[in-house]
């Protein structure tokens, strides 16, 4: 059976393919959609279409970055190379600021310039250069592959506090059916005494006909202030819910759910004629409040 997934985690892969030794590390934070930031080993350009193809296999959404460090074994001296440009090009400055008074450059400090000493490119090597891509590409899908076992950790950990909300809802959605019920009472006991308070003497002379203005009354209010479609329907959504915590990936329905979970409890504090049923409405619109910033949480 599946379940839900974090969005937050951490995963590392280390590997090495001839010269090259190399570490990846995949970190993931919260988001609406997928979003990948990728950094790569100069010279390996290809490698952030891989990544991305790789992140879109394993992740439904979240913000993702993935770093790749490389490096390549000492090569020993005999098979670096002089660049020749870059060389006059420091020889010619180096020469103006002697003219000046500057002490003249060492040959060790030429050579220790960047870009002066170069090492010969894997390129010169297609073969061998696509087989190191082929072996980092590799590193990264098993980063990933450990990234969302940590978030599937997270989601282990989120699942007992979601559901907690949920269980609280539906206690809340209890209540509020209970307190809906004596809204009737309430309605026309309310409505007896304000027209008995503004109108005595017609309470006296016409009894008969009050009582029946008043049920008339009260009865168009109550159903005004049902609000039995509202706890039918945030029942229906509590079940909603309950299902979608045994699938994956399931947080772009709970968000949208969350929103229709809000939506009921709003309605159903504007119709509420009485304090009770107004103050359970707005205790459940604090927990609705509460689950949502934990779906943010879910994949």
């Given at each position: ?7 937050t ?17 995949a970190?993931?934070?919260n ?11 100069p ?15 394993h ?13 390549r ?67 990264i ?5 450990a ?11 989120l ?30 006991d ?10 005595p ?28 479609e ?6 229906a ?30 309605t ?32």
């Amino acid at each position: 059976m599946s379940t839900i997934s974090g969005m937050t985690g951490f995963g590392r892969a280390e590997a090495a393919h001839g010269a090259w030794t190399w570490s990846v590390e995949a970190r993931s934070v919260n988001g609406r959609n997928l979003e990948v930031r990728f950094r790569g080993p100069p010279g390996f350009d290809s490698l952030e279409a891989a990544a991305k193809a790789s992140a879109r296999r394993h992740f439904g959404r979240g913000q993702i970055t993935v770093g790749v460090q490389g490096k390549r074994a000492d090569l020993g001296a005999a098979a670096l190379k002089v660049n020749e440009d870059i060389l006059a090009r420091y020889l010619i400055l180096a020469n103006q600021l002697a003219e000046e008074g500057a002490t003249p450059p060492s040959a060790d400090g030429l050579l220790s310039l960047r870009g002066v000493l170069e090492a010969p490119e894997e390129a010169e090597d297609p073969e061998a250069r696509a087989a190191v891509e082929a072996a980092m590409a590799a590193a990264i899908d098993a980063a990933f592959a450990a990234l969302k076992t940590s978030r599937e950790r997270e989601g282990a950990q989120l699942l007992p506090v979601v559901t907690d909300f949920i269980d609280r809802i539906e206690a809340f959605v209890a209540a509020a059916e209970a307190e809906a019920a004596a809204q009737v009472d309430a309605i026309r006991d309310r409505f007896t005494r304000r027209m008995t308070e503004l109108a005595p003497d017609l309470a006296a002379a016409d009894a008969p006909g009050l009582h029946e203005r008043i049920v008339l009354e009260a009865a168009a209010l109550a159903t005004r202030a049902d609000v039995r479609e509202e706890l039918d329907r945030l029942t229906a959504h509590l079940a909603s819910a309950r299902t979608l915590l045994r699938q994956a990936p399931a947080g772009r329905k709970l968000d949208f759910l969350m929103q229709e979970f809000m939506r009921e409890a709003n309605t159903l504090c504007s119709k509420s004629a009485t304090t009770a049923l107004t103050g359970i409405g707005l205790e459940l619109k604090a927990v609705i409040e509460q689950l949502r910033e934990q779906v943010q949480n879910v994949e």
